[in-house]
C-alpha cells in the first residue's frame, strides 16, 4: 500500500516539486539534528548568544586566573602583597616551617612601588613576578599551596648566603 502511494505521489507532483520537497526535508532533518546535538554541550541564555556547558578554564586551573589588583598602603611587604592575591584565588602559601630560608627572607622584603599598581595578569604570573627572578612556582592542587623554589643558577648565591651568615 505504501509503495503504490508513493508512486502515485511520484506521477501526481512535477519533478521540480518532488526535489525541493526533498530538499526541505533535508533541510529541515539537518535543522533538528544541529539543534539536538548543541543542546548538550551549548546553553541559550539569549536570543542570540549561547553559552558552553563547561568551566571555563580559569575555573579548572585557578592559577590561569586573570587578576589586576592595587595594593593599598596597608600592604608592606612581599608576603603581604602574595598572600592578598592569593586571598581569594583558592590557594595559599605553604607554611612558613617549610619554606625555604631564600624564601622567607624575599618574603620580607618591601613591596616595590611599581608592584603596587599590578595586572592585568594570570595569577602564575604574579606571583612569580612578585616572588622575583630567582624562584619558579610550584604548586600543590591536591592542597592548593604554593611554594617557591630557587631557580639552579641562583642556589650557588643562596649557599654563599647562608656561609657568611653561619660565619657571623
Given at each position: ?72 598602603q596597608a ?82 648565591i643562596d ?10
Amino acid at each position: 500500500m505504501l509503495g503504490f502511494t508513493l508512486m502515485r505521489c511520484n506521477t501526481f507532483y512535477p519533478r521540480f516539486i518532488q526535489g525541493s520537497l526533498k530538499f526541505l526535508a533535508a533541510v529541515l532533518l539537518l535543522t533538528l539534528s544541529n539543534h539536538v546535538f548543541a543542546s548538550t554541550s551549548n546553553m541559550q541564555i539569549g536570543r542570540y548568544l549561547t553559552v558552553e556547558n563547561k568551566p571555563s578554564i580559569s575555573q579548572v586551573d585557578l592559577l590561569s586566573q586573570t587578576i589586576q589588583v592595587r595594593f593599598p598602603q596597608a600592604i608592606q611587604t612581599v608576603g603581604d602583597a602574595m598572600n592578598d592575591v592569593l586571598r581569594l584565588s583558592g590557594y595559599s602559601l605553604i607554611l612558613t616551617d617549610q619554606m625555604s630560608h631564600a624564601l622567607k627572607i624575599t618574603l620580607t622584603k618591601p613591596l616595590p612601588a611599581i608592584y603596587r599598581d599590578f595586572g592585568p595578569m594570570p595569577l602564575k604570573d604574579a606571583l612569580t613576578t612578585l616572588a622575583g627572578p630567582a624562584f619558579y612556582l610550584v604548586q600543590d592542587p591536591l592542597n592548593r599551596r604554593v611554594n617557591f623554589k630557587i631557580k639552579p643558577q641562583y642556589m650557588r648565591i643562596d649557599a654563599d648566603d647562608l656561609k657568611i651568615k653561619q660565619a657571623s
